[in-house]
C-alpha cells in the first residue's frame, strides 16, 4: 500500500537531521590545510544568512517607500520589519511588503516616553497624505531637527478627530494640524470639545487673528490642491509663539 507523505512533514524531518549530521560533516569535508578557526567563521557567517529569516529589521525613516525599504534590505531575506511608529507608509511600501510577505509592525519601543528627548509642542495629523502635505510636514520637522515637530498618518476623519482632541485634553502639545479634505467636518466636531478651538485655515495671514481672539489650537486644512508651500508657510505661521 503506498503511502503518501505531507512536504511540510518531509521538509521538517530532513531539516532536523541536517541540523544534527552538518557540524560532523562540515569538520570531515573540510579541504585538506583549512583551519579550524576559517571553518567556525564560515559556520557562523552561514548561521548568520540563515538567522535574518527570523529577525526583525528596524526602520527608523520618516517616510517609507518601496524603494527604501528595497535599499534597505538590500535583498536580503527578512521575515518581519519594524517601521517607525510615526512613520508615514506609502502605497507602494504596502505592496512591496505583502508582495515579498513580509510581516511589518510599529516599533513601539521607539514610541516609549523618552527623557532624554524635549517634548514635542505640535503635530501634524495627515488623513489625506498628498506628496505636497508629506513635503511640507517633513521639511518643517527637519527645520528643527524633529524637537518641535511630529507626524501621525491616520486613516480616516474620525481618528483625526479622536487623536486631535486626546492629545489637547491630556496637554501633550501645544497644538495640532489636521491635513484632511473633511475638514469642516473634522473642524465642527472636534470643537464639541470644551478644550479644543478649531478652525478651518485656508489663508496664512488669518492665522495670528485666529490665535489671538479664538485660541486657536486645531488648525484644519483642505490637503487637495494646496501647494508645498503654501503648506509650509502655514505650519511654520501656526507655530509660532
Known amino acids: 500500500m503506498a503511502v503518501v507523505l505531507d512536504e511540510q512533514l518531509v521538509e521538517k524531518i530532513v531539516g532536523e537531521v541536517?541540523?544534527?549530521?552538518r557540524p560532523a560533516q562540515s569538520v570531515r569535508s573540510a579541504p585538506a590545510g583549512l583551519q579550524p578557526s576559517t571553518i567556525n567563521h564560515q559556520l557562523a557567517q552561514s548561521s548568520s544568512i540563515n538567522a535574518q529569516s527570523s529577525l526583525t529589521f528596524a526602520v527608523t525613516d520618516r517616510v517609507?517607500?518601496?524603494?527604501?525599504?528595497a535599499s534597505r534590505l538590500n535583498g536580503q531575506k527578512w521575515a518581519k520589519v519594524?517601521?517607525?511608529?510615526?512613520?508615514?507608509?506609502?502605497?507602494?511600501?504596502?505592496?512591496?511588503l505583502r508582495n515579498h510577505k513580509i510581516v511589518w509592525h510599529r516599533n513601539t519601543a521607539e514610541a516609549a516616553p523618552n527623557s532624554t528627548k524635549p517634548v514635542?509642542?505640535?503635530?501634524?495629523?495627515?488623513v489625506t497624505a498628498t506628496p505636497s502635505v508629506l513635503q511640507?510636514?517633513?521639511h518643517t520637522e527637519s527645520q528643527t531637527f524633529g524637537k518641535q515637530w511630529s507626524h501621525e498618518l491616520l486613516g480616516s476623519a474620525d481618528e483625526a478627530i479622536t487623536a486631535?482632541?486626546?492629545a489637547i485634553h491630556r496637554g501633550e502639545v501645544s497644538g495640532l494640524a489636521v491635513f484632511a479634505d473633511h475638514a469642516e467636518l473634522i473642524a465642527c466636531r472636534a470643537n464639541r470639545s470644551d478644550r479644543v478651538n478649531a478652525a478651518v485655515v485656508s489663508d496664512v495671514q488669518l492665522i495670528p487673528a485666529l490665535?489671538?481672539?479664538m485660541n486657536l489650537n486645531l488648525m484644519v486644512v483642505r490637503a487637495s490642491g494646496r501647494s508645498f508651500f503654501e503648506l509650509r508657510n502655514l505650519l511654520k505661521e501656526f507655530s509660532k509663539s
Not at 541536517?18 to 549530521?21: F, S
Not at 514635542?120 to 495627515?126: F, G
Request: aromatic fraction near 10%.
Open 18 to 21: 541536517m541540523t544534527r549530521i
Open 64 to 69: 517609507v517607500t518601496a524603494e527604501l525599504l
Open 82 to 96: 519594524a517601521i517607525c511608529p510615526k512613520a508615514v507608509i506609502t502605497p507602494s511600501a504596502f505592496d512591496y
Open 120 to 126: 514635542t509642542r505640535w503635530k501634524a495629523l495627515i
Open 136 to 138: 511640507a510636514v517633513e
Open 164 to 166: 486631535a482632541t486626546s
Open 211 to 213: 490665535k489671538q481672539y
